[in-house]
Nanobody, 119 residues
Framework: VQLVESGGGLVQPGGSLRLSCVASGFTLSSYDMSWYRQAPGKERELVAASTSAGGSTNYADSVKGRFTISRDNAKTTVSLQMNSLKPEDTAAYYC?????????????WGQGTQVTVSS
């Protein structure tokens, strides 16, 4: 099982980035997929989530209207489009896959990709 993120980097305030997470070793369509972030000295927080069934999404209040999560189950990829980036969006971003089945939770994390928003 592997989740590999890419697309992070340095961007100026107001700019955009698109993060990608490629999954392997499990059936992406069965899992809830999320993006989390963690800034230095802060706890990891949920940024955006996409449920396996129905494809509903939810977002942290701080990114609503700016970030969009999408998934392509055929390509086993989950993306996070980030627009109007702010310095406070600076963090390591992590892809997460989660499945609750028969009382057990199966959860996987990627290694993270750094996003830095600075002029």
């Amino acid at each position: 099982v592997q989740l590999v993120e890419s697309g992070g980097g340095l961007v100026q305030p107001g700019g955009s980035l698109r993060l990608s997470c490629v999954a392997s070793g499990f059936t992406l369509s069965s899992y809830d997929m999320s993006w989390y972030r963690q800034a230095p000295g802060k706890e990891r927080e949920l940024v955006a989530a996409s449920t396996s069934a129905g494809g509903s999404t939810n977002y942290a209040d701080s990114v609503k209207g700016r970030f969009t999560i999408s998934r392509d189950n055929a390509k086993t990829t989950v993306s996070l489009q980030m627009n109007s980036l702010k310095p406070e969006d600076t963090a390591a971003y992590y892809c997460n896959a989660r499945l609750r089945l028969s009382g057990r939770v199966y959860e996987y994390w990627g290694q993270g990709t750094q996003v830095t928003v600075s002029s």
